[in-house]
């Protein structure tokens, strides 16, 4: 059972389900939420820091990647032959994920790394120093002076990285997953 508020409730749902096994998670997008309303929308990094925080709970399986960036260089996606330099640059844009982020299967992290990954996340963005041992190196917006977390961002951070362990599917990837194969007639 997936929720927006596991593991809060969580005996709630066990009394409704009484009698059966009941593996609870919090869902991905919400946990992601939780952060991601707490940034300020017009920083300059706001995009930046929003793909970073999705690579820090979860990664694109390696063999989706492999065949992805093959078809991108062979000509076979999109009928443009892509070179390193176009490949890495679509990845740093807003297209990428328009075009081929469904085409990727996502894999959670582990919740001691995605602990560690959001600590280096945030000390990446945050302006102010709260502890000497992890430096600051975000920056203020160029245009508005305004930093990109607001005051509730430390928090929810907190908070994620609290809950990490119930971000872990129940399931292999394999088997919460259905691979839709192409039609013959399709190029790629």
Request: with cysteine; glycine share 4%.
């Amino acid at each position: 059972m997936c929720s927006d508020a596991w593991p809060s409730k969580s005996e709630f749902w066990k009394m409704t389900f009484d009698g059966k096994e009941l593996h609870g998670r919090l869902g991905l997008f919400h946990c992601i939420q939780r952060i991601t309303r707490t940034l300020k929308k017009k920083h300059a990094d706001h995009f930046h820091a929003a793909n970073g925080l999705l690579k820090c709970i979860c990664q694109h399986n390696e063999e989706d990647c492999e065949k992805l960036l093959s078809a991108l260089k062979n000509w076979t996606l999109s009928g443009t032959k892509h070179v390193d330099d176009d490949i890495a640059d679509l990845r740093a844009s807003k297209a990428f994920q328009q075009k081929h982020d469904e085409c990727l299967w996502k894999e959670i992290r582990q919740p001691m790394l995605i602990q560690q990954m959001l600590d280096d996340w945030h000390d990446r963005f945050k302006c102010s120093l709260s502890n000497p041992s992890r430096p600051t190196r975000g920056q203020l917006d160029l245009l508005t002076g305004n930093t990109l977390f607001s005051s509730e961002t430390k928090e929810a951070v907190f908070n994620c990285k609290e809950e990490a362990s119930y971000l872990q599917d129940p399931l292999p990837l394999d088997q919460m997953c259905t691979v839709i194969t192409p039609s013959p007639n399709s190029p790629h």
